[in-house]
């Protein structure tokens, strides 16, 4: 099974403040790469997809890249709705594996 | 719009069965792939099975294979989980998911699955 190692496991930011998200996948799983947000008590939405495409109605303030086999997940000038769990998909090959989530708060 | 809606979920005992329902709407159903997602409480998520646009073809996990069915009805515009033997570790909310870009594009509220004595 391929494995996504997702740090940091949580963190607290600034309002306006710049956060990264990294995953590192155990393989080569190419762009088969997506992130979702999942706020308290509601199901996960899909924020990026391909790696670096940004989903249908997400703000630009989010978004996406690939060093080879580590993922990004970028949030420019951090705003209150942002905060929540953020998880990384591998859906190169099954079991498709999420990584173990990050817990974005405000400070 | 798109919309899933789950049902069926609720208490039930281990070594017992239980199947859930997935409305879909806003959407033509028999041209997407579906799955089901879950996530144990105050856990992370978890993939559990996917089926083709058609359901000819399924995919399930391991923890799961043989023991969990997932099947749908074109017609009705639904998506099912039939669990058997059911298992403390099956504990979790259960989401319908359509397939899209992303892999799982559109998700369900969840329903919640407890299995205990």
């Known amino acids: 099974d391929i494995q996504m190692t997702q740090s940091p496991a949580s963190l607290s930011a600034s309002l306006e403040e710049i956060v990264t998200i990294t995953c590192q996948a155990s393989q080569d799983i190419g762009n088969y790469l997506s992130w979702y947000q999942q706020k308290p008590g509601k199901s996960p939405q899909l924020l990026i997809h391909s790696a670096t495409s940004l989903a249908d109605g997400v703000p630009s303030r989010f978004s996406g890249s690939r060093s080879g086999t580590q993922y990004s997940l970028k949030i420019n000038r951090l705003q209150v709705e942002d905060t929540g769990i953020y998880y990384c998909l591998q859906h190169y090959s099954a079991p498709y594996t999420f990584g173990a989530g990050t817990k974005l708060e405000l400070k | ?117």
């Open chain 2, 1 to 117: 719009e798109v919309q899933l809606v789950e049902s069926g979920g609720g208490l039930v005992q281990p070594g017992r069965s239980m199947k859930l329902s997935c409305a879909a709407s806003g959407f033509t159903f028999s041209n997407y792939g579906m799955a089901w997602v879950r996530q144990a409480p105050t856990k992370g998520l978890e993939w559990v099975a996917t089926i083709s646009y058609d359901g000819s073809s399924t995919y399930y996990r391991d923890s799961v294979k043989g023991r969990f069915t997932i099947s749908r009805d074109n017609a009705k515009s639904t998506l099912y989980l039939q669990m058997n033997s059911l298992r403390s570790e099956d504990t979790a909310t259960y989401y319908c998911t359509r397939v899209g870009y992303g892999l799982f594009a559109y998700w369900g509220q969840g329903t919640l699955v407890t299995v205990s004595s």
